[in-house]
């Protein structure tokens, strides 16, 4: 049972243009979500987060939005740079550590 | 400037024969987390120290045990790996997970367990 979903594997995104990545979850219970960066051969870095509260966070080129009605959240990262290319995991915590999603791979081609 | 180090970085064991990965941290944070990722798929919580405070996920195989002797280590023992156990192992640290402290996670780079 997954509670929290990446329904696109994969996306490739033109550099300058915006990047959108999307995730769906389950649990009414998740207070806190969070995105994290994965480059190969290397751990998870922690990118942007955003609490219940909020409907939107922004740091630099990255955007979190939040829809507590849909159960939907989504990282927007504007303009896309070739560095940009990763795979993107969303996460969510409620009365537990951290559910992730199985991640997508972003694409950015020059 | 490594703030959680993983060691090692690759892992080759026979099945059944015992294998121990290692972790430690230098941000002095209460609570350690031991995850199991498999190709293309969310890390998996196997289970997690607050402190020393050992928390076991319900569905973590009883073949993987931990240990965290102090605050800056801990480690993931696996007594008898089987084939299903090839994967990346990463270990996380965090200051709080509790609601309302929104704390994020700080990753390891992995260990990469092949099992022969």
């Known amino acids: 049972d997954q509670q929290v979903k990446q329904n696109s594997p994969s996306l490739s995104v033109q550099e300058g243009r915006i990047s959108i990545l999307n995730c769906d979850y389950t649990?009414?219970?998740?207070?806190?979500f969070l995105w994290y960066k994965k480059y190969p051969a290397e751990g998870p870095t922690f990118l942007i987060s955003?609490?219940?509260?909020?409907d939107k966070n922004e740091d630099g080129r990255f955007t979190v939005f939040l829809n507590k009605s849909a159960k939907h959240l989504s990282l927007h990262i504007v303009p896309s740079q070739p560095g940009d290319s990763a795979v993107y995991f969303c996460?969510?915590?409620?009365?537990?550590?951290?559910?992730f999603g199985k991640g997508t791979r972003l694409s950015v081609i020059a | 400037d490594a703030m959680v180090i993983q060691n090692p970085r690759y892992q080759v064991t026979q099945f059944g024969k015992p294998v121990t990965l290692s972790c430690s941290q230098t941000?002095?944070?209460?609570?350690m987390y031991w995850y199991q990722q498999k190709s293309s798929q969310a890390p998996k919580l196997l289970f997690h120290?607050?402190?020393?405070?050992?928390?076991n996920e319900a569905d973590t195989p009883d073949n993987f045990q931990s240990r965290r002797p102090n605050t800056s280590f801990c480690f993931l023992d696996i007594r008898s790996p089987g084939l299903g156990d090839a994967a990346m192992y990463l270990c996380?640290?965090?200051?709080?997970?509790?609601?309302?402290?929104?704390?994020?996670?700080?990753f390891g780079d992995g260990t990469r367990l092949s099992i022969l």
């Open positions: 996380a640290t965090s200051r709080d997970f509790a609601r309302g402290s929104n704390q994020p996670q700080h």
């Open positions: 649990n009414s219970m998740f207070d806190y």
């Open positions: 955003i609490s219940s509260i909020k």
């Open positions: 996460a969510a915590r409620g009365t537990t550590p951290l559910v």
């Open positions: 941000l002095n944070h209460n609570v």
């Open positions: 120290y607050y402190d020393k405070d050992f928390n």
